[in-house]
């Protein structure tokens, strides 16, 4: 286990620091990548059955297997982040396979993207944007945990 930063933040923490992107350096809540994250006293809070993600997300390398933004408290939770097999390659999923990670996802490292992706039950209508792109779309693949809460 590391020495927690200088500012004291506890080691596993998000910390509000800077990243260089191509446009110079911007404020980011940076994550450790094995640990931290913001978590929600109710559990029942994103127990949602449609749900729509808007993130800002960039990569600081190449990368597989990272979320950015999931639920592990149920069993075969959903998560929004990048393909297990293909580097920068964003999915969004409930769990295989119910996993949607279309070839126009790719992300390049050091360049910020806003990320919509969103979640439909009962096999409704998913969308993931990269900005205003619409890069992947699916219906009829059921997101089998997220709509099983009311």
Known sequence: MGSPPKDG????????????FTNGPQPVIQFDGASSGFNLTNGLDMHLSDMTFY?????????????MLGNY????????????????????????????E??????T???????????????????????????GSATGIPLSYAQTFN
Not at 62 to 67: G, P, R, T
Not at 102 to 107: I, Y
Request: net charge neutral; glycine share 10%.
């Open 9 to 20: 933040t506890p080691v596993g923490a998000p910390l509000l620091t800077t990243a260089d």
């Open 55 to 67: 993130i800002v997300v960039s990569l600081s390398r190449d990368a597989i297997s990272q979320v």
């Open 73 to 100: 408290r149920d069993v075969a939770g959903w998560a929004v982040g990048i393909s297990d097999g293909t580097a920068d390659r964003v999915k969004w999923f409930t769990a295989p396979p119910n996993s949607l």
């Open 102 to 107: 279309p070839a126009g996802a790719q992300l």
């Open 109 to 135: 490292v050091g360049t910020p993207y806003l990320l919509t992706a969103t979640y439909a039950s009962a096999g409704g209508i998913k969308n993931l944007y990269l900005g205003t792109n619409l890069v």
